[in-house]
């Protein structure tokens, strides 16, 4: 199967594309969206969507795994994600693009092994699972990759009725 993981953001938004067959992860490419600071924010969020609608008209995802927002401590931050979320999921409603959702502690989990692991940790196996010389930079690539590693791990019975690569 080949899965889209995302790291949603308004400044940047991650992405990162494996293929899964047999065990075996696979990557096709990964690389971030980008918006300039100073941009209005409704130009910011047109950017998005038509950076990831780009992803998905390229590399044909058969399921995009996306992190389940949540926030701690900053609201302010927390509206603008969820708006870029949502240009996100319009882009995948769009191409049909079936959309799964994971906690943090979830990624962590399935690409880790334990589910209150440290962000090195998880990028340092996300580059070890995809047999990468580095861990992908911005660290949103890196997040997003192991968004879709910890989609094809938790997945499988869930994407019944979806064909597979």
């Known amino acids: 199967m080949r899965v889209l993981g995302l790291d949603p953001g308004y400044a940047i938004v991650g992405w990162g ?34 950076g990831v609608d780009k992803v998905l008209e390229t590399l044909r995802p058969e399921a995009i795994s996306i992190e389940q927002l949540f926030y701690q401590h900053n609201q302010t931050t927390v509206i603008g994600v969820a708006e870029a979320r949502g240009v996100i999921l319009l882009a995948a409603a769009r191409r049909g693009v079936p959309v799964f959702e994971y906690t943090p502690m979830q990624v962590k989990q399935a690409v880790t092994g334990y589910g209150k692991a440290v962000k090195k940790q998880v990028q340092e196996m996300t580059r070890m699972m995809l047999h990468l010389n580095a861990v992908p930079k911005p660290d949103d690539t890196a997040d997003a990759l192991a968004m879709a590693i910890a989609h094809c791990h938790c997945s499988r019975s869930r994407l019944s009725g979806l064909p597979l690569r």
């Open 17 to 50: 594309v494996v293929e899964y067959v047999g065990n075996r992860f696979t990557p096709v490419d990964f690389g971030a969206v980008t918006t300039a600071a100073g941009t209005p924010f409704e130009q910011r969020l047109c950017q998005v969507y038509d």
